[in-house]
Structures are given as C-alpha cells and as structure tokens.
C-alpha cells in the first residue's frame, strides 16, 4: 500500500503519504479495540426488569436492585408502570420482590415499606436502599443508583 501511495502521489507528495498510511495503521488498530470495548459496553448498557427469583442475584452480572412490591400498593404499581414503560436504568438489572411472600428478604435488608429499592452487589450484600414512595418514577430510581 505505501508504494502504491507513493506512486499516486508523485515525488513531491512522498514524505505526506508514508506519514499518513503509519496513523492510518495505528487508528485502524484502534478502531478495532475500541469496537470490542463498545460491544461490551453495549451488553450490559441495557436495563433489565424481571421478576426476582432464588439466586437470581448470584448468577446475574453488573449492577443489581431489589424492587420490593406489592401488587394492592398504588405507589409501587405506579412504579413498576414506569419501569414497564421507560425499561430500567441503562447497565441495571431490577429484581421486581414481592414485598407480602418475601419476607426473608425483607428481614435480611431491613424493609419496612414498600417501593423501596435495596442496591446489591453480586453476592447479594446490601450496598444502599432508597425508598422511592413519594417519587415512584425511574428518574427518581436513577438519581438514587450508587
């Protein structure tokens, strides 16, 4: 290629295509690094809401959120609305926990209330909790992520 480049450009442009084919090469290089980086990035970029289930925490990776709910509560129907609708937060995964049947979890992170959100980390431990009563909304649930 640097012949061919300098064949089409003559002698008087010999020194500008040897210089530009070596940044070529190396941002070329780059590109292909950060193409890997950004589709990892990508992965787990994308918020995920589901319905909590033993070990769910364990087996899955980044950030986590325990959404305790319960289904007669306005306040947490008007939250898992939203989450519905907006999908979670980019790069959190939100265990939906049914406040009445869990109370083991319940126990374990010192709930009280529902519409609270428990941060955890992978092997579950408690990292912050917010309760998100007087501002159901993922906007809230964002500005409360650690």
């Keep these: 290629c640097a012949a061919q480049a300098t064949d ?3 002698a008087s442009a010999d020194p500008a295509p040897v210089a530009e084919p070596t ?3 190396t941002t070329d290089a780059t590109d292909a690094t950060d193409e890997p980086a950004a589709s990892e990035d990508a992965a787990p970029a994308e918020g995920a809401y589901l319905d909590y289930a033993d070990g769910a925490i364990e087996a899955t990776a980044g950030p986590k959120a325990l959404f305790f709910h319960a289904s007669w509560c ?3 129907r008007a939250l898992d609305e939203d989450l519905r609708a907006e999908g979670a937060p980019d790069g959190l995964t939100v265990f939906k926990v049914d406040y009445d049947s869990r109370t083991d979890l319940r126990q374990r992170y010192g709930v009280t209330i529902q519409t609270t959100i428990v941060f955890v980390d ?3 431990e408690k990292i912050s909790s917010v309760v998100l009563y007087e ?3 993922v ?3 964002v500005a409360a992520m650690p």
Excluded: V, Y
Aim: net charge negative; proline share 17%.
């Design 8 to 10: 089409a450009s003559g």
């Design 23 to 25: 940044p070529e090469a």
């Design 74 to 76: 306005p306040k947490c």
């Design 122 to 124: 992978d092997a579950g």
């Design 135 to 137: 501002d159901p909304s």
């Design 139 to 141: 906007e809230s649930l």
